[in-house]
């Protein structure tokens, strides 16, 4: 079976799609196609279900009915996820009066960050360019996700504020609930379950053989130096990526209940892979 897979131009999906982009861990039942595309533009194309499977954010499955949830290729945070920054020292209140920079109004970050300080005047710019505008003072604060988390400081920027410790106070320790991959409901659940094994198989085969997944997860680093890199990696592809299990599917239902309360988005079913 012929499979279109949209994934992101970052470095840890890169990382989760090595083993099977590469052929290292072929199937016999799926010949995959795979399209690189920013996350806010896959969040925007799956709203019209035409990518077989594809990386969304979170909070895109508000607006997805025709996708179902995999249980494998995750990112979620321990403790740790979106960050905001700025060139000093800000209260809350202060935040809440600037435009704040942030990576797409279907991303997680900006989900989560509307239920950390409520509502928030925003402009949308791609992830990348968040820290220069926030440096150059083309935007007083910035919603920094992927692996500029990491970068802030280097940029000549200063953290804020902490989404991910927020959450994780909050909830009582849920992992952060970021990315999923999401495959069409159509196909029916048997190939969905049959495909979600591979993407875990896939997955696995990256950690056991870990240098040489940074090696090919490289060619989307942007710049940035192989260390952070494999930081990041690290932090973002961890045993809930592997397979969410009752924590992960936990922290998505959260959000949502918690989104749902303050009307930030619509009402709708959850739909996720069978175990």
Known sequence: MEISVGHTPDSDDAFMFYGMFTGKIPSPDFKVNHVIEDIEKLNQK???PKLDVTAVSVHACAYIPGYVILRSGGSFGINYGPIVTARKMMTIDEIKKCKIAIPGKMTSAFLLLQLMIGKFDYVEMNFSDIPEAVKSGKVDV?????????????????????V??????????LPVPLGINVMRADL??????????????SIEFGIEHFDDAIDYA???ARGKERSLIEKFVKMYVNSVT????????????RL??????????????ISIASK
């Open 46 to 48: 799956a709203t019209d």
């Open 142 to 162: 910035g919603l920094v996700i992927h692996e500029t988390q990491l970068s802030y400081e280097q940029e000549g920027n200063v953290k804020i504020l902490d």
């Open 164 to 173: 991910g410790e927020w959450w994780d106070k909050t909830t009582g320790g």
């Open 188 to 201: 029916g659940m048997d190939t969905i379950v049959k495909f979600d094994k591979y993407l875990q198989s």
């Open 218 to 220: 490289m060619q989307y």
């Open 242 to 253: 592997v397979n969410m299990g009752d924590a992960g599917e936990e922290s998505i239902r």
């Open 256 to 269: 949502f209940r918690m989104a749902k309360e303050k009307e930030l988005v619509p009402d709708f079913k």
